[in-house]
């Protein structure tokens, strides 16, 4: 039986089923941990299809040459510092106003009539450097007192917000699922932008502009006093009587860190290597020196220029960095299962599987995206899964960077299908705009399914192209 899971193609493929089985069910049945989850399948994992113990753990003179350590300092060593630069400059954004700023600007632009196309449009900008929850928890106020205004269904004017910062969150860095992705597939984060763009608009333009105007008419939610009291209070909290920052400041800072990392990557293709030119976009194209220099910028033209003491900078960037441990736990440990399937030979053996029957890997990478989802709700762990499963099936195939960069977006699209009970996503969005069970289901759940089917369809043309 040993034998037979450890060197035939049905038993490594046995294996890969019952160990994403076993994860699913120590994350929904028995409430474990993802992180602790992922290591303790990555484990069993090894030790099934033999995987020896020096290779596994590593000794106590050589720990470092594990797969234990290489998995979990390979993916980390990459991703660690853009989430947690990113994470800094969404803070110093939200702190300052910026989103106030952004939000009253677009409103005046597209006037009453095309408020919820504004507010999404807020979403889309917003949403590139901060967290999905926290942009709900800075722009839902805005969204009360439009949805208020107008005498309209809250919904109109939540879905085109809620559908901004998802395909944000979801398809661009340096949220976690597409920088963990792009580590764990080596794919430069450049690449990342623009396909993360190309992918991105569609679906909010579909789901967010489209979707958002048909539902929007058929559930009508009024807008809670309880909100409208509370969006004032955060407010007068927050400090709004303070002069708001310009515009063109806070659009630079969101999108300086792009810039530089898209010209770090086509400078590396269309300068010569070797070139001093070359190697000053090199440098300042390096995410994490980009992010460096916005965040370094951010906080002195939006923090400490504008009244901000360093105690309270200080304070606000702990704040902020706290929710980044177990995200990156979660990643680190997905890094760990890759690192295993690819030592057992289960990724190879899938590759030749796919071979045979010509399913395409960015096919396959979707689907299996969308049934982790589906079973245990966390994005993250959807998609430094899926990554750590098709990592190996995609070594041996010589796909280029936009290839690689597409498959990452097929991955990110099916994080996001279906947002049901089981995903924390779907109990925020129920709290901040007053929708029942049902109402929600209805509403933010088929748009999340939209978002990841348009998002997944746009990947796939794409992939026939480059």
Not at 86 to 113: N, P, Y
Request: hydrophobic letters at 55%; proline letters at 5%.
């Amino acid at each position: 039986m040993i034998d037979w899971l450890q060197h035939s193609t049905p038993g490594l493929l046995t294996l890969a089923v019952v160990s994403i089985a076993v994860l699913l069910l120590l994350i929904i049945k028995f409430k474990v941990e993802p992180f602790i989850a992922l290591i303790v399948v990555a484990l069993l994992v090894a030790l099934a299809a033999g995987v020896p113990t020096e290779a596994l753990v590593g000794s106590a003179q050589k720990a470092s040459d594990s797969l234990l350590e290489k998995g979990f300092g390979g993916i980390l060593g990459h991703i660690a510092a853009i989430i947690g630069l990113g994470t800094l400059l969404g803070a110093i954004l939200e702190a300052s106003g910026g989103a106030q700023v952004l939000m009253d600007r677009l409103m005046r632009a597209f006037g009453e009539k095309r408020a919820p196309v504004a507010i999404g449009l807020a979403g889309l900008i917003f949403g590139v450097p901060v967290f999905f929850d926290i942009g709900i928890f800075v722009l839902a106020p805005l969204v009360y007192v439009a949805a208020k205004r107008s005498g309209k269904s809250i919904v109109l004017f939540s879905m085109p917000l809620l559908a901004g910062l998802s395909v944000m969150h979801a398809f661009m860095p340096p949220h976690p699922g597409p920088v963990a992705a792009a580590g764990l597939l080596k794919v430069s984060l450049g690449w990342i932008i623009v396909m993360g763009l190309a992918v991105a608009i569609p679906s909010w333009f579909v789901g967010g502009v489209l979707y958002s105007y048909w539902i929007g008419k058929r559930i009508n939610v009024p807008v809670p006093e309880e909100m409208l009291a509370a969006a004032e209070l955060a407010r007068s909290e927050n400090g709004s009587d303070k002069t708001p920052p310009p515009l063109g400041l806070v659009l630079s800072i969101i999108g300086l860190p792009l810039v530089l990392i898209l010209s770090g990557t086509f400078g590396s293709i269309l300068l010569t290597k070797g070139t001093r030119l070359y190697s000053v976009a090199t440098f300042f194209g390096t995410p994490a020196v980009a992010l460096t220099i916005s965040v370094l910028l951010a906080f002195w033209l939006l923090g400490f220029r504008r009244g901000m003491t360093r105690e309270k900078v200080a304070e606000m960037s702990a704040a902020s960095l706290k929710p980044v441990a177990m995200i990156l736990l979660v990643v680190g440990a997905g890094g760990f299962f890759g690192a295993v399937l690819a030592a057992t030979g289960i990724g190879k053996t899938l590759a030749n599987e796919l071979a045979g029957i010509g399913l395409p890997v960015i096919a396959l990478s979707y689907v299996i995206s969308c049934v982790i989802r589906i079973a245990q709700g966390s994005a993250t762990v959807a998609i430094v899964t899926t990554a750590g499963i098709v990592a190996p099936v995609l070594a041996d195939l010589n796909y280029s960077q936009p290839q690689l960069a597409l498959v990452v977006m097929a991955i990110a699209s099916g994080s996001i299908i279906a947002s049901h009970v089981n995903d924390g996503g779907f109990w925020i969005v129920s709290r901040y705009f007053g929708l029942s069970v049902k109402e929600t289901l209805q509403s933010w759940t088929v748009l999340e399914t939209i978002l990841s089917v348009v998002g997944f369809v746009v990947a796939g043309l794409l992939s026939l192209i480059v």
